[in-house]
């Protein structure tokens, strides 16, 4: 099984104190310039939130944040959270179940999908490759445990999509980014969460931020901790779609197509499995 705290019913990421934290959400104060990065874990999250920060503040993000309290807050007190500055931009995969419910009415919310299969892949090289002892079994098993809603990580992809599109789907203050789209015209959705965000900027800005978030750039400029991989490990691994393709056996993907197929008008967003890179 995975390493996990199982915060009401769903596995979490074993951060120190994430019960704590989750519980204390109550007492989170919300603010209307929050910017919340919302997913299922490897869908996006590290690039989105680059884009974010060089559109707010024209710097690059370098650090690691999640000693900051802004990459995932359930990492975090809430009294750490107060004292950072506005706006505050700040990472969660937590299913809405578990979200603050003022941050849900007041703040802004980009809500970041990604063809699950590469999400599921890109996890589990980030569980086998970081230090955490988050999972050490086989793809197969990895495919099992994530497939299985009572053992998978952040609630099953299913429900989370689902549960958030439905509230975010006709909500103003939501946006919802695809990971594909970004890696077909990144400019283009650097422009949209600009205008989204309502810090509309000039070309030459949508220009350079477009350059500094490529995969290449990213890999490059960001400083990975090196507590949290094992060699060869990193958060910036392939960056590519399609990579299901390499690893999903012929069984694995029609027992996901089928449960895809009978889930698919819950999710009230299409995901496109067949997207070509470069194509479209
Ligand atoms: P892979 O493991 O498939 O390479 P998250 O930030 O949500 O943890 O997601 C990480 C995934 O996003 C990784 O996928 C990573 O390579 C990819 N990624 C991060 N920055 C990217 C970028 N600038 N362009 C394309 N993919 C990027």
């Known amino acids: 099984s995975f390493r996990a705290v199982v915060v009401k019913g769903i596995h979490l990421h074993p951060f120190p104190l994430v019960e704590s934290n989750i519980n204390n959400y109550v007492k989170f104060h919300a603010r209307e310039d929050d910017v919340w990065i919302v997913n299922w874990p490897k869908?996006?999250?590290?690039?989105?939130?680059?884009?974010?920060?060089?559109?707010?503040?024209?710097?690059?993000?370098?650090?690691?944040?999640?000693?900051?309290?802004?990459?995932?807050?359930?990492?975090?007190?809430?009294?750490?959270?107060?004292?950072?500055?506005?706006?505050?931009?700040?990472?969660?995969?937590?299913?809405?179940?578990?979200?603050?419910?003022?941050?849900?009415?007041?703040?802004?919310?980009?809500?970041?999908?990604?063809?699950?299969?590469?999400?599921?892949?890109?996890?589990?090289?980030?569980?086998?490759?970081?230090?955490?002892?988050?999972?050490?079994?086989?793809?197969?098993?990895?495919?099992?445990?994530?497939?299985?809603?009572?053992?998978?990580?952040?609630?099953?992809?299913?429900?989370?999509?689902?549960?958030?599109?439905?509230?975010?789907?006709?909500?103003?203050?939501?946006?919802?980014?695809?990971?594909?789209?970004?890696?077909?015209?990144?400019?283009?959705?650097?422009?949209?969460?600009?205008?989204?965000?309502?810090?509309?900027?000039?070309?030459?800005?949508?220009e350079n931020v477009t350059t500094k978030c490529s995969f290449g750039h990213m890999k490059k400029a960001k400083k990975e901790p090196k507590s949290f991989w094992k060699p060869g490990g990193s958060m910036y691994r392939k960056g590519i779609v399609g990579d299901w393709k390499n690893h999903f056996t012929v069984a694995q993907n029609e027992k996901f197509n089928t449960i895809f197929n009978e889930k698919q008008n819950k999710l009230r967003v299409s995901v496109d499995f067949d997207i070509k890179e470069g194509t479209m």
């Open 43 to 206: 869908s996006g999250t590290h690039w989105v939130y680059e884009v974010v920060k060089l559109l707010i503040t024209g710097r690059e993000e370098l650090t690691d944040s999640i000693k900051e309290g802004t990459m995932f807050p359930e990492a975090c007190a809430v009294e750490s959270l107060e004292k950072l500055p506005s706006p505050r931009v700040l990472d969660t995969h937590v299913p809405l179940k578990l979200f603050p419910e003022e941050a849900l009415k007041q703040s802004k919310i980009i809500y970041t999908i990604r063809n699950p299969k590469d999400a599921f892949v890109s996890s589990y090289y980030h569980m086998k490759n970081n230090k955490g002892d988050l999972y050490d079994g086989t793809w197969n098993g990895y495919f099992d445990l994530t497939m299985d809603e009572n053992t998978c990580l952040y609630g099953s992809w299913f429900d989370h999509v689902a549960d958030w599109m439905e509230v975010l789907e006709n909500n103003p203050n939501a946006l919802v980014v695809k990971y594909e789209d970004m890696k077909r015209d990144l400019k283009k959705e650097v422009r949209r969460i600009a205008e989204f965000l309502g810090y509309p900027k000039s070309e030459e800005v949508y």
